[in-house]
């Protein structure tokens, strides 16, 4: 099975980037049909637009309400035939309702090793609690923050002098790994 991908961006888009080199061979078991960015101003769009991807900008600050938003995003979405929202640095929390639309089909990265370090400033805890690894995490959204069915995940370890952006630098390369392997396996999990 091929799944359709809307990838959803707030900022450059390095993991979509990711995800768009591993849909370009032809055994990988999706294919990128659409961006979505909240941030008129992501820098991620150009790389979209640039590679022949479709680009939806719905700009959140325009919308009175979270759900007036999601609405929007619903109609968008509904001009493409989506199989999965994945969400790559996407930094906005959709609503239950939201979540509930799609279950099982919209997946998030997660700079820490869930269940710990849930929500923000994940190295800094981790370092200041003094662990021996950080991660990332790909996990399925669900109404509870950080808290779906887990998917896949890569270690890092913590090393003497790391601060939150060392430890950072190092788990965004071990994301840009893991978004397309867990891709791949949510796909052979709807084969």
């Not at 790391?162 to 709807?190: C, F, G, K, N």
Request: aromatic share 6%.
């Amino acid at each position: 099975m091929s799944l359709n991908l809307a990838v959803f961006i707030s900022g450059r888009g390095s993991n979509m980037l990711s995800i768009l080199k591993a849909c370009e061979d032809p055994d990988f078991p999706a294919r990128m049909s659409l961006v979505v960015s909240n941030r008129p101003d992501a820098a991620g769009l150009n790389t979209a637009q640039s590679n022949g991807i479709s680009t939806e900008t719905i700009d959140h600050k325009a919308y009175d309400t979270r759900e007036a938003f999601e609405e929007e995003i619903s109609a968008r979405l509904k001009n493409y035939d989506i199989d999965l929202i994945v969400l790559a640095g996407f930094m906005r929390i959709f609503t239950d309702s939201f979540v509930e639309k799609w279950p099982r089909r919209i997946i998030n990265i997660h700079p820490s090793l869930l269940p710990d370090y849930k929500g923000t400033h994940t190295h800094k805890r981790a370092i200041e609690d003094g662990k021996s690894e950080g991660g990332c995490t790909v996990h399925y959204v669900i109404p509870e923050l950080d808290s779906g069915p887990i998917i896949a995940q890569k270690r890092v370890p913590i090393l003497p002098g790391d601060t939150p952006d060392t430890l950072a630098d190092r788990v965004l390369v071990q994301e840009h790994i893991l978004y397309p392997e867990a891709i791949r396996l949510v796909a052979e999990s709807l084969a």
